[in-house]
Each structure stands twice: as structure tokens, then as C-alpha cells.
């Protein structure tokens, strides 16, 4: 099968850039034809994804849209596999091109930010179909900026994407939540295995003295750092023990998260804290392999949330809030416990973090637990699934031709 895979950019960005660095491989060595069409190729400091493996690619930015969209048609692909474009009007013109099929990582035209979450009064997750009505939401609630001009540019293009996303042959995402909200909106999803890379289990040794955490991702305000911190206090008082806290990756907040720490070790004894910043993969699965639990403390509803059966996998149980589809990945008391998420407080992720370590049986039936269910999202189980939508999609296509 010849395949075009589409993304806005060729950079290991984030989730959805890793998602591609494995799969495109995969389908290559699956013996199926593939070429990578993006449309920037920023930022220039993140590695390109697709290392190591030959693979055509056309940058948009390079060649100019009618150059770019005119080869692709000429290449003629039996299905062309979309992740998301910063500009709909060439989203647009790419579904004229051949049978289209898009993976709904995010809140993909389903809200103004992306963030599908209320910060005002209290962080709380948003239950509301995307609309004109979010316009009247949008400050009062802190859904996003403080821009009007933003938020009425941001509308726009979220209400196209919308539209656009109604023409696709088909779209598949990754869990329950995120199939359930796009048929809120009128869209049907099929729901596929998302793979992760399953590495090596590691033999984590029976907890010791201090309990270790690790906090893996991006540091902006809705990955809940902040309350991770102010969990910590309930930690430390109810366990009696020292606990050390590790936090793997940057961003916007990362400042703040550092001020707070130095403020809550100064006044609670027995703990440590440490920022590591961005860490390579190499070492990401040393600072695994060394913890004791992956604490999730993000506030937002997480559509998958991919680190925690990464972890899992390598036999790392998770605390987390259940919020979007995390708990698709998390069961609570098989591979980790979780803690209400709406709305989210320090205490209810400080008893989560409880019940994964103070009783030692249970931790290790956690551990067993996380290696199975991480275990389940695997390439083969998901190549299966996307190809048999491929190949539908392709065949409808012919059959109206």
C-alpha cells in the first residue's frame, strides 16, 4: 500500500511527532511505500523524526503549497494519513487528493485552546460541545489568552477543522474518551491499540528507605506540577519516611515549580527535589528504572497520556488523576491507583501516591500489574488495526469511482 503520512511538522515536537518516529518505520519495514509531507520543518533545536530509515519527504514551506499538493497527487497514494496542519485551507486541499484518514490525538476542532479544560475558579475539566456558546466562556472560565483577537482566530480555525474533519474517510483514535467525544460532536471513530515503545522490564528492587517519584513531561500549568508539589506535604507526613521527587522535562513553568520546591522542602523536613530538564531516552529509562512510581498529576483531561503505559511497561506503576482518558491506560488497584479529577486536589493525588506504596505486597502486585497492561500497547496490535482501516477507506473509495 502506498502511504502518505501528513503532519504540521518533521521535528520531534511532542507526542504526536513520537507516535510518527515509530510508526513510519514500522510501516516501512511492514513493506508498505511511504512518504513524509509536512508543512515547516521547526523547530530546528528538536530532532528530525523518521531517523534512520529512508523515506521520501517534502516540506511545504520549501516548495510552495501548489508545487507541494500538486506531487503529492502525482505520487498518487492509496490512503493519505493525517495528524493535524496548522493551516486548513491546505488540510483542504490535501483531502481532494486521495482517500484521507485522520488520527485524533487531541481536541483536534472540538475547542478553542485545545485545552478543553476550565482554569476559573477552580481547574475542572470541560464537558461542553464545541460552539459559538464557547465564546462566551472563554474569559470567564480562562479557557485560553487574554487576547480577543486571539481567541476569534483561534475559533475560526478550530470551527474549520471541524468541518474538514467531516470529510475524512475515516478517523480513528486511541481511547474510549476520545471516541466518546468525537461523537459528541457528530464524528464516528474507530478506536485503535496505541503503541508505545515497550523497552526491557526492569527488576525494580523492593522499595527502600525513601520513596522515589518521578514526574516525567512537559511543565506547563495543566500538567499539575504545582499540586504534585502541594501533595508532597501529605506524603511526607502520612509515610514517615524521606521522599524524593525527580522532575524529568521543561517548559513555560518549569521557574514557578522551582520557587515552589525550595518553599516546601524549607518548611517539610525529609524531602529532596530535583529538576533534571529535558532528558535524553537513554537516560529517561535510567531515572525509570530508578523510581519507584510515575506520578501523572496533569489536570487536563490527558486525551491518552502515552508515559504512563511507557512506564508500565518497564514495570513502573502510576498515581494519577482520572481525568480524560487516562484511566483507559490506568486501572485503578491493577497497575497503579488514581485520584478524583473533578475537581483535582493535592490530598486526593497524595492519597493515590499512599496507596501505591505503603503496603508493600500491594506494591508488588502493582508492579506485576503495570508490565501487563503496558504490555498491550504494542505496534503489532496497532499496525493491524490501522491497516484494516487503510484498507477499508481505500476500497470505499474505489468502489464510489
Given at each position: 500500500m502506498r502511504i502518505a503520512v501528513v503532519n504540521w511538522s518533521r521535528r520531534l515536537v511532542g507526542g504526536i511527532e513520537s507516535y510518527l518516529d515509530s510508526v513510519i518505520p514500522s510501516l516501512i519495514q511492514a513493506r508498505h511505500e511511504?512518504?513524509?509531507?509536512?508543512?515547516?520543518?521547526?523547530?530546528v533545536d528538536r530532532d528530525p523524526l523518521a531517523r534512520g530509515v529512508d523515506v521520501p519527504t517534502v516540506c511545504v514551506a520549501d516548495v510552495g503549497q501548489a508545487t507541494a499538493v500538486a506531487g503529492l497527487r502525482a505520487w498518487r497514494p492509496d490512503v493519505v494519513y493525517v495528524h493535524g496542519l496548522l493551516d486548513p485551507n491546505l488540510e483542504g486541499q490535501i483531502l481532494d487528493v486521495a482517500p484521507s484518514v485522520f488520527f485524533a490525538h487531541a481536541y483536534y476542532g472540538m475547542c478553542i485552546s485545545g485545552s478543553k479544560t476550565f482554569t476559573r475558579p477552580v481547574v475542572t475539566p470541560c464537558s461542553r460541545v464545541f460552539g459559538w456558546p464557547c465564546l462566551l466562556h472563554y474569559f470567564p472560565h480562562g479557557c485560553g489568552g487574554r487576547s480577543p483577537l486571539t481567541m476569534w482566530r483561534e475559533y475560526q480555525r478550530q470551527a474549520e477543522r471541524l468541518t474538514l474533519l467531516r470529510r475524512y474517510g475515516a478517523i480513528v483514535t486511541h481511547t474510549d474518551h476520545m471516541r466518546t467525544e468525537l461523537a459528541r460532536h457528530g464524528l464516528v471513530a474507530t478506536q485503535v491499540v496505541y503503541p508505545v515503545d515497550l523497552g526491557t522490564v526492569v527488576n525494580h528492587s523492593p522499595i527502600e528507605k525513601v520513596w522515589r517519584l518521578l514526574f516525567?513531561?512537559?511543565?506547563?500549568?495543566?500538567?499539575?506540577?504545582?499540586?504534585?508539589?502541594?501533595?508532597?506535604?501529605?506524603?511526607?507526613?502520612?509515610?514517615?519516611?524521606?521522599?524524593?521527587?525527580?522532575?524529568?522535562?521543561?517548559?513555560?513553568?518549569?521557574?514557578?515549580?522551582?520557587?515552589?520546591?525550595?518553599?516546601?522542602?524549607?518548611r517539610e523536613g525529609g524531602l529532596g527535589i530535583e529538576f533534571v530538564g529535558w532528558v535524553s531516552q537513554t537516560e529517561l529509562e535510567r531515572l525509570t528504572a530508578a523510581a519507584d512510581l510515575l506520578v501523572v498529576p496533569s489536570l487536563w483531561p490527558e486525551p491518552f497520556g502515552s508515559g504512563g503505559p511507557w512506564a508500565g511497561a518497564r514495570g513502573l506503576p502510576a498515581a494519577a488523576f482520572a481525568v480524560g482518558g487516562i484511566s483507559e491506560w490506568l486501572v485503578d488497584g491493577v497497575n497503579?491507583?488514581?485520584?478524583?479529577?473533578?475537581?483535582p486536589t493535592a490530598a486526593g493525588l497524595a492519597d493515590a501516591i499512599l496507596n501505591c506504596l505503603a503496603d508493600p505486597q500491594e506494591y508488588?502486585?502493582?508492579?506485576?500489574?503495570?508490565?501487563?497492561?503496558?504490555?498491550?500497547?504494542?505496534?503489532?496490535?496497532?499496525?493491524?488495526?490501522?491497516?484494516?482501516?487503510?484498507?477499508?477507506?481505500?476500497?470505499?473509495?474505489h468502489a464510489r469511482a
Open positions: 511511504v512518504k513524509f509531507w509536512h508543512e515547516v520543518d521547526v523547530p516525567a513531561g512537559r511543565m506547563d500549568r495543566l500538567k499539575g506540577g504545582q499540586v504534585l508539589l502541594d501533595a508532597l506535604a501529605y506524603v511526607r507526613r502520612r509515610a514517615d519516611r524521606p521522599v524524593h521527587l525527580r522532575f524529568a522535562g521543561d517548559g513555560p513553568e518549569r521557574a514557578r515549580w522551582e520557587r515552589q520546591a525550595e518553599h516546601v522542602t524549607s497503579g491507583h488514581l485520584a478524583p479529577g473533578n475537581p508488588a502486585r502493582l508492579r506485576t500489574g503495570a508490565v501487563e497492561v503496558g504490555r498491550r500497547f504494542n505496534m503489532q496490535a496497532h499496525l493491524g488495526s490501522l491497516l484494516d482501516v487503510f484498507a477499508a477507506v481505500s476500497a470505499n473509495e
